[in-house]
């Protein structure tokens, strides 16, 4: 007599093959939209640097004074 809890179910076998693919997928969405944002952090951090030290090592001109009526 066979038992019947380890007989295959095609329908449970696509059931989580169908999941499987859906996970694999999202994963990589997410790692790739997270690496999108880590790129982008690093970029404007870089920036934000260079930025500084430019304007720290050259100076800015002097804002011109309002003329009072």
Do not use: H
Not at 7 to 12: L, R
Not at 15 to 40: D, M, V
Request: charged share 25%; with cysteine.
């Amino acid at each position: 007599m066979r038992n019947a809890l380890t007989k295959k179910n095609p329908f449970m076998s696509m059931w989580l093959s169908n999941a499987n693919w859906i996970a694999c997928a999202t994963r990589g969405r997410l790692t790739a939209e997270g690496k999108r944002q880590a790129s982008a952090a690093m970029t404007e951090g870089a920036r934000q640097v260079a930025t500084f030290w430019a304007d720290a090592l050259t100076g800015k001109k002097p804002a011109t004074k309002r003329k009072r009526c």
